[in-house]
Each structure stands twice: as C-alpha cells, then as structure tokens.
C-alpha cells in the first residue's frame, strides 16, 4: 500500500508559478513511477506528467515547456514545478503512482484513455486556480 498526499495547490495569476507536491509513504528511490493527472469540473481527467523509474518524463501538449516533474528519492517526494501558468490549468490536480516496470514504458501511453487505469494508488488532490 502507498500512501500520496498532495500539497502546493494554491490560487495564482495567469503568468505566475506553483509547485504541487506529492509525499510518498514509502522508500520511492526508482521502486515507483508517478504520474500528475487533473480534472476540472464537467471535464475528463487527463494525464498531464509522467516520470517512469528513475528519471525518464513525458508531457501532455498543453504544458510541455511549461511543466516540470520530478522527484527527490530522500525526501520520497515528487514535484510538478508550474510555470506560466493560464486560466486554462484550473484543475484539481492529482498525484497517482505504480510499481514501477522497467520491461515496460509509461511514457507513451500518456493520451490513452487507460492511462489513469494503469496507477492503483492515488492521492486526494489539491486545487489549482489560475485567474487572468
């Protein structure tokens, strides 16, 4: 069992930064991979990030150059840095995470509506509101 607790959301003006975390409630060093996905009311949830073992990343197109995720092993911590930010990034947004396969790859199955399906844990969210 894998406990994530999401923390960082916060209300912010279009153009302006946040960093979302996401605190692990085990040893994470290159055993997990993780995933930010986010949901607005009325809309589907999409995948926005994907960081598959230990350092490979894939982005959803409309926060490419503008989104960053990482991870820090000592502190089993993970990170969506948010840059940029637009009106259209209000979401809650949510961090999800799976053992990680190395015979297999995340990456490219950010777009596939089985994406979300493929993570069994899943923290409770926090909100992001951009304004203009």
């Known amino acids: 069992q894998v406990d994530l607790v999401e923390s960082g959301g916060d209300s912010a003006q279009a153009g302006g930064s946040l960093r979302l975390s996401c605190a692990a409630s085990?040893?994470?060093?290159?055993?997990?991979?993780f995933a930010w996905f986010r949901q607005d009311s009325g809309k589907e949830r999409e995948g926005v990030a994907v960081?598959?073992?230990?350092?490979?990343?894939n982005y959803a197109d409309s926060v490419k150059g503008r989104f960053t995720i990482s991870k820090d092993n000592a502190k089993n911590t993970v990170y969506l840095q948010m840059n940029s930010l637009k009106p259209e990034d209000t979401a809650m947004y949510f961090c999800?995470?799976?053992?990680?396969?190395?015979?297999?790859?995340?990456?490219?199955?950010?777009?596939?509506?089985?994406?979300?399906?493929?993570?069994?844990?899943w923290g409770r969210g926090t909100q992001v509101t951009v304004s203009s």
């Open positions: 999800a995470a799976v053992l990680y396969n190395p015979k297999t790859s995340l990456l490219a199955g950010l777009y596939a509506p089985t994406f979300a399906s493929r993570f069994p844990y």
């Open positions: 085990v040893d994470i060093l290159n055993r997990y991979s």
């Open positions: 960081i598959d073992g230990p350092r490979y990343t």
